[in-house]
């Protein structure tokens, strides 16, 4: 399996709260993204990076901000968690952008 | 801009009996077209691909995927579904050019096995 780390794997917060999801790879992709997976929507695209330092916005990135200050590493940001915002989080990457992508396990946040 | 549709959101079949789920695309040019697999609790894994060439692709688990064209349509099959086959399916697309990167899944199908 892809080397992919996401934590925390479960957070409660406050509306109003920051709060920062991590992604961290062992496998040297250069892709990293960031979505979220509700149901009835399937895995919507917040944000993904193509390097370090070099992100892009996905379909969804109102409320997110992101950054890849390594190549193995690649942060989600709330900077003021909303209950919209009470989700599945999953961070993938690839080798190319046209390759498969492999998934972390998740991270399950709720926003009270 | 590219969107998915699988119009299925949730199929019962038998043990051993045949599976297809259907997924319809939508994009300019010939996307890359994938469909993964999760299991509850689970990140999606990877069942198989399809990038140029022929048209029927193989996967893994016993699952193959035909790409046509002419319908948009890049639905994925199996002759026998095995019990563990039960799961929820996601069909993506990924961008060529400029908006490589972007890739777009559809809501999903939840596939139920009886026995």
């Known amino acids: 399996d892809a080397g992919i780390t996401q934590s925390p794997r479960h957070k409660v917060t406050e509306t109003g709260t920051p709060v920062t999801l991590r992604c961290h790879q062992t496998?040297?992709?250069?892709?990293m993204y960031w979505y979220r997976q509700d149901p009835g929507h399937g895995l919507r695209l917040i944000h993904y990076?193509?390097?370090?330092?070099?992100?892009d916005k996905g379909e969804v990135s109102d409320g997110y901000s992101v950054s890849r200050s390594k190549t193995e590493d690649f942060l989600l940001t709330l900077e003021s968690a909303t209950s919209s915002q009470t989700s599945v989080y999953f961070c993938?990457?690839?080798?190319?952008?046209?390759?498969?992508?492999?998934f972390g396990d998740g991270t399950r946040l709720s926003i009270l | 801009a590219q969107s998915v549709t699988q119009p299925d959101i949730h199929i019962t079949v038998s043990e051993g009996a045949s599976l297809e789920l259907r997924c319809n695309y939508s994009?300019?040019?010939?996307?890359?077209l994938f469909w993964y697999v999760q299991s509850p609790g689970q990140g999606l894994q990877l069942l198989l691909k399809?990038?140029?060439?022929?048209?029927l692709v193989q996967g893994i688990k016993g699952f193959e995927a035909e790409f046509k064209r002419s319908q948009s349509s890049f639905n994925l099959r199996k002759p026998s579904v095995h019990w563990s086959d039960a799961a929820e399916y996601f069909c993506?697309?990924?961008?060529?050019?400029?908006?490589?990167?972007?890739?777009?899944f559809g809501d999903g199908t939840t596939l139920t096995v009886k026995p």
């Open positions: 993506a697309v990924a961008a060529r050019g400029t908006n490589a990167g972007k890739s777009t």
């Open positions: 994009y300019g040019a010939t996307p890359y």
């Open positions: 990076s193509y390097g370090v330092k070099d992100t």
């Open positions: 993938a990457i690839s080798e190319y952008s046209n390759q498969p992508q492999h």
């Open positions: 496998e040297n992709h250069r892709y």
């Open positions: 399809y990038f140029s060439g022929d048209t």
